[in-house]
């Protein structure tokens, strides 16, 4: 489907020009590496305000015919219930983000890295509806990454699976299911590696994605269900006309496990360098500066912020390393030794970023340059 979330953007636009008048401190408060959610398990039977929200008082805009109202979210027959109809819209499309439709979306508060994914719900029947099960989350040059299991509303005996990465899509994959999605509760998951995208429904494994019709998303991101009336989708989705009846999308599970740690084969990142679009890896001098919390996480690795002490602890269970970066700082430790880096660690639109050799020697990582296709692979073999 069409990406959807252009208020990420906005923020992170917002704030890389706010970010050029802070202090060091206050960059780096701001620039503190996010925790990632953990296992859990929600039947859905009442609203969990800890880990999740539903979206309110704003709208996608583009092929999206609504705006996302908390009242549309609703917890009732121990289901979740996701609401899309003209009300209040009818009266005051002000109430509705300027839209003539509301619409019912719950997100997490916390972004999931590599894992499985699993909801089970009962899909919309109905021409230019759909009712989805994705993750989104951004990189910090603002494109996304989304991995989708969509039930369309004009034919919900199919599964649509696809993935974003970068922004960039076309991965679209229509499964037949042998059953009527509209009918019935049904388990639908996704189970998400540095190496493939595995679909599942009922348990049975439908589709897999290995990235050789594109590279594969590697950003953590929100888990989110919503449900939504389309149009201008190049006969996609249909257009949504409103019959009149509220229409309801049933949820009666939400699931994550995170992956667990590879006990052997090979760990691969790849980063941009850097280029106006899709900054990832820029330099100071002769020094690769990279991401840290994009880099490590995408390699399992732990990260937690000490705001009193301003620094980033990275735990690497997979080498057994502790690393300590300090913000503003030259001196960094591995497990406990002191190193001297080239480079400070900087903050660069909200981001700790660090001298890229340093980092891959700390953890027994290699580095593959390719300047043809302007990407850095950093990899390293697992025992």
Known sequence: MKLRRK?????????????LLMP??????????????????????KKDTDRFYSSNGWGNGGTFLNGWRDDHV?????????????KPCVDDQALCSGQPYAAGEYATTKRYGYGKFEVRMKAVKGEGVVTGFFTYGTDPDGTAHEIDVEILGKDTTKLETNYFTKSVGMHSTIIPLGFDAADDFHDYA???SP??????????????????????????????????PATKTNGWAGDYTHQGQTLVAEFDRIAYTKAEQPQGGVQSVELQVEDPNKPQIYRIGQTEMAPLRYLMESLNAKIEWNG???????????????????????SATVNGKKITLAEPVTLRNGHAYVPLQALADAIGAKIDRDAQKQFIKISRSLA
Do not use: C
Not at 207 to 225: F, Q, V, Y
Not at 320 to 329: E, H, Q, V, W
């Open 24 to 45: 060091l401190t206050a960059m780096a408060e701001e620039a503190a590496p996010e925790v990632l959610g953990t296992n859990f398990e929600d039947h859905l039977d």
């Open 7 to 19: 208020w990420t953007t906005l923020v992170v636009s917002a704030f890389t020009t706010v970010a």
């Open 74 to 86: 609703v917890f009732e027959d121990g289901k979740m219930k996701l609401l899309l109809d003209d």
């Open 190 to 192: 996704f189970e998400w």
């Open 308 to 330: 009193a002490k301003q620094e980033i602890h990275v735990i690497d269970e997979a080498t057994d390393t502790t690393l300590i970066f300090k913000a503003g700082s030259k």
């Open 195 to 228: 190496d493939y995208i595995k679909w599942y429904v009922d348990g049975k494994l439908v589709h897999t994605e290995t990235g050789e019709r594109g590279t594969l998303p590697s950003t953590p991101g929100h888990i989110i269900a919503n449900v939504w």
